[in-house]
């Protein structure tokens, strides 16, 4: 299992932006890549944020390919 998960470095730790749901000393892997902190990267990380508390579940059915490719 993988996931994204932004942080704040402080000098010596990284810190979640929100909460890990993970046990105690697991090792994990950092890919570091520096957040661009301008007021859309910040927009976009609060949408990210809010869409992962409040999801949206659709009980309708996936439309196929050819019906995402329909052109009439």
């Known amino acids: ?4 998960v932004t942080a704040t ?3 010596s730790v990284f810190k979640p932006d929100t909460p890990v749901t993970l046990p105690d000393r697991t090792r994990v892997r950092l890919v570091i890549e520096p957040i661009n902190t301008d007021e859309k990267t910040k927009f976009l990380e609060e949408f990210d944020q809010l869409s992962d508390e409040h999801p949206i579940y659709s009980t309708e059915p996936y439309l196929t390919r050819d019906q995402l490719h329909e052109r009439g």
Do not use: A, V
């Not at 299992?1 to 994204?4: A, C, E, K």
């Open 1 to 4: 299992m993988s996931y994204i």
């Open 9 to 11: 470095f402080d000098g």
